[in-house]
T-cell receptor
Framework: DAKTTQPPSMDCAEGRAANLPCNHS???????VYWYRQIHSQGPQYIIH???NNETNEMASLIITEDRKSSTLILPHATLRDTAVYYC???????????FGQGTILTVHP | DAGVTQSPTHLIKTRGQHVTLRCSPI?????VSWYQQVLGQGPQFIFQ???????GRGNFPDRFSARQFPNYSSELNVNALLLGDSALYLC????????????FGQGTRLTVV
């Protein structure tokens, strides 16, 4: 699976959009980009995933660049409850292995 | 609907002992994966089972084993516990074996003393 690079930490004001970047320059054609988050002491929570088109659901939007070498997770109106570690994962295995890195600690402040 | 349930939630064991952790997937999900999360790090993949067969294995020693039952629940077994096995053990279920979203349980916190 391709390696991902994320900033170790980010801050965001409550009510503003949080834009979390991820670099995956070695991604191959059959690999998906997944985003999960983990709130302290809980199991990871699925947010969104995509292959090459931009995706949106009730939680977030995923923007994947045309060359697929990077992506951005957008939380449109961050709340204090969005404070968590956000993991960007690239996976193309035929089974469901997820390779978690260190992730980005997002802190949403009032 | 119940999510992924894991038991026990917390466990303390002594070095050299054996431990069994249990996971019940979301109803209808046939795939179960296990992850180990050491404090301060992201989860590390241990196993995936689908339809009672092992489909993937991470870089863990043979002391770690797992199985899946006909009702799709799963057990993770760890023999000859080491202090370094202290971690949060997470179970995830998904509807199929490949690239789908995984739903994680709250985990079992194992402490080896």
């Amino acid at each position: 699976d391709a390696k991902t690079t994320q900033p170790p930490s980010m801050d965001c004001a409550e009510g503003r959009a949080a834009n979390l970047p991820c670099n995956h320059s070695t991604i191959s054609g059959n690999e998906y980009v997944y985003w999960y988050r983990q709130i302290h002491s809980q199991g990871p929570q699925y947010i969104i995933h995509g292959l090459k088109n931009n995706e949106t659901n009730e939680m977030a939007s995923l923007i994947i660049t045309e060359d697929r070498k990077s992506s951005t997770l957008i939380l449109p109106h961050a709340t204090l409850r969005d404070t968590a570690v956000y993991y960007c994962i690239v996976s193309g295995t035929s089974y469901g292995k997820l390779t978690f890195g260190q992730g980005t600690i997002l802190t949403v402040h009032p | 609907d119940a999510g992924v349930t894991q038991s026990p939630t917390h466990l303390i064991k002594t070095r050299g002992q054996h431990v069994t952790l249990r996971c019940s997937p979301i109803s209808g999900h046939k795939s179960v994966s296990w992850y180990q999360q050491v404090l301060g790090q992201g989860p590390q993949f241990i196993f995936q089972y689908y339809e009672k067969e092992e489909r993937g294995r991470g870089n863990f020693p043979d002391r770690f084993s797992a199985r899946q039952f006909p009702n799709y629940s799963s057990e993770l077994n760890v023999n000859a516990l080491l202090l370094g096995d202290s971690a949060l053990y997470l179970c995830a279920s998904s509807s199929s074996v490949g690239n789908t979203e995984a739903f994680f349980g709250q985990g079992t916190r194992l402490t080896v003393v």
